[in-house]
């Protein structure tokens, strides 16, 4: 199979399971926002960034690190599953210990049993980081798209049957713990991988050198992404929290499914084309180009629309995020490009790098929270986008170096779509004003968008549509 079918491949799998999961995840979301109040969510947001970094840790940049090495034996995976499996029942031990401490920074003794509870999903999870490994490394995207929908949509039945009974906050536990137990589940039902009983001293050596320093720039990009969480959380009330965790969700959502869609995808195709220079650059900037030409309307229609939105699918208890929600869309408006940058890095070996180009950005990321933190959450998010707008042309840096396209040949490469953006933007939010039903003015706002971006994308000659052209014709043919 050529490099382009394998990317049309990995990215029609990718596209359809993020749209399934991502769509069937909104659908739930919305219905338990509707029934599950912010204080809810606030709980647990508070415990986000703990659920994050010990996730990282069982992961270890191991998975990557298996993509990236080339010729892995059956002794390369059961190294990498039992140490894993060890991490993981490590980090519940120590989340376990700490809910009481982290209830009382919080002064929410509702934490502990909830730590306690949601921290089991680490164990469970552990059980498959090689199955995904050796899934991306085959770029076979179909097997967990599958798994992924259908464990969605068991867990989506879970907690909606406890959200409609009044289990509050452990309706939303129970979504996170009852998917990782459903993949889990079905990925080693799928899967004829077992780990056999071998460890390899030198091959953990080998892997750790590189999945160490992922490791590390995971675990420096998690705090400081969770940062604001965890100020809000201390600083202000949890229905503060909960308003900014929901606003984020929606905007994470957006952003998120094109962000993992190119991080699954490029990450393997990278690789596989990591010694030949010329062929690199040339895949990488079209890859760039068209992940701009997705997020860029995407998330600045979601910016437009957000009062509508909120008003019709939240109800009115929700509307002090719409502003939060507005700017963080701004903000993830950045996030996927910045992610395929960092991306090259990792496929190319140079995990380094990629490690000393977080670290850079930590001052910024510092001084904005310092300044922003005590002037409330809408400064808080402000400042965020700000953070990610620097950020991206820290990202660049290295890229432009080592390849020689940095961040003034990306945004050129990019302007007629930032154009194309503009005038949908515009004229979309006029034709939204004419109308005061929330319902009709998404309609009549998401209609005049896509008719303005696509028709001054023609007008301009963007070679994006030709790609869609070429990925709408392999669907028909298919």
């Known amino acids: 199979m050529s490099l382009k079918a394998k990317a049309f491949n990995g990215l029609a799998w990718n596209s359809l399971?993020?749209?399934?999961?991502?769509?069937?995840?909104?659908?739930?979301?919305?219905?338990?926002?509707?029934?599950?109040?912010?204080?809810?969510?606030?709980?647990?947001?508070?415990?986000?960034?703990?659920?994050?970094?010990?996730?990282?840790?069982?992961?270890s940049g191991f998975s990557r690190a298996l993509v990236q090495r080339k010729n892995c034996t059956q002794t390369d995976f059961s190294t990498v599953f039992y140490f894993n499996l060890a991490v993981s029942v490590l980090i519940y031990l120590i989340l376990y210990f700490a809910a009481p401490a982290i209830?009382?920074?919080?002064?929410?003794?509702?934490?502990?049993?909830?730590?306690?509870?949601?921290?089991?999903?680490?164990?469970?999870?552990?059980?498959?980081?090689v199955h995904r490994a050796k899934l991306m490394i085959e770029i076979d995207f179909q097997t967990p798209a599958k798994i992924n929908v259908i464990a969605i949509v068991i867990?989506?039945?879970?907690?909606?049957?406890?959200?409609?009974?009044?289990?509050?906050?452990?309706?939303?536990?129970a979504q996170t713990l009852s998917l990782a137990a459903a993949t889990t589940i079905l990925m080693w039902f799928s899967m004829k991988w077992r780990p056999s009983w071998e460890f390899s001293v030198q091959a953990f050596r080998e892997m750790f050198g590189y999945g160490s320093k992922i490791l590390l720039a995971g675990l420096y990009s998690t705090v400081l992404n969770n940062i604001y969480t965890i100020m809000i959380g201390k600083w202000y009330q949890s229905k503060a929290l909960g308003y900014y965790t929901r606003a984020n969700t929606l905007a994470e959502m957006s952003a998120g499914t094109v962000n993992a869609i190119i991080t699954n995808v490029t990450f393997p195709l990278l690789t596989s084309i990591q010694?030949?220079?010329?062929?690199?650059?040339?895949?990488?900037?079209?890859?760039?180009?068209?992940?701009?030409?997705?997020v860029f309307p995407a998330m600045t229609l979601f910016a437009v629309v957000s009062e509508p939105f909120v008003r019709l699918f939240l109800t009115e208890k929700w509307l002090p995020a719409v502003v939060l929600l507005q700017w963080l869309c701004m903000a993830k408006l950045f996030m996927p490009?910045?992610?395929?940058?960092?991306?090259?890095?990792?496929?190319?070996g140079r995990s380094d790098l990629f490690l000393k180009t977080d670290l850079c950005k930590l001052p910024l990321i510092v001084l904005t929270m310092v300044i922003t933190l005590p002037m409330g959450t809408k400064a808080?998010?402000?400042?965020?986008?700000?953070?990610?707008?620097?950020?991206?042309?820290?990202?660049?840096?290295?890229?432009?170096?080592?390849?020689?396209?940095?961040?003034i040949k990306q945004i050129k490469d990019c302007f007629s779509i930032i154009i194309c953006t503009m005038v949908m933007a515009f004229l979309s939010y006029l034709s939204m004003r004419l109308f005061s039903s929330p319902l009709i003015q998404l309609i009549v706002a998401v209609s005049v968008a896509a008719i303005a971006y696509l028709l001054t994308a023609f007008l301009l000659k963007v070679k994006e549509l030709d790609e869609l052209k070429y990925v709408f014709n392999r669907i028909v043919k298919k």
């Open 17 to 59: 399971e993020s749209l399934l999961v991502r769509g069937i995840s909104f659908i739930i979301s919305i219905i338990i926002a509707r029934l599950v109040s912010p204080e809810a969510y606030g709980l647990i947001g508070m415990l986000t960034v703990f659920i994050a970094i010990s996730s990282l840790f069982i992961e």
């Open 103 to 129: 209830a009382e920074f919080y002064d929410t003794p509702a934490l502990i049993l909830l730590l306690r509870v949601l921290s089991l999903q680490f164990i469970v999870a552990a059980l498959v980081v």
């Open 155 to 173: 867990s989506g039945a879970i907690s909606l049957y406890m959200a409609y009974h009044g289990y509050g906050v452990w309706a939303l536990a």
């Open 275 to 294: 010694d030949d220079r010329e062929k690199l650059v040339s895949v990488y900037s079209r890859l760039l180009s068209m992940t701009a030409f997705i």
């Open 337 to 348: 490009i910045s992610a395929l940058n960092l991306n090259l890095l990792n496929a190319v």
């Open 380 to 407: 808080v998010v402000i400042g965020s986008f700000i953070n990610t707008f620097i950020s991206y042309f820290i990202n660049t840096y290295m890229p432009g170096r080592l390849y020689a396209y940095g961040a």
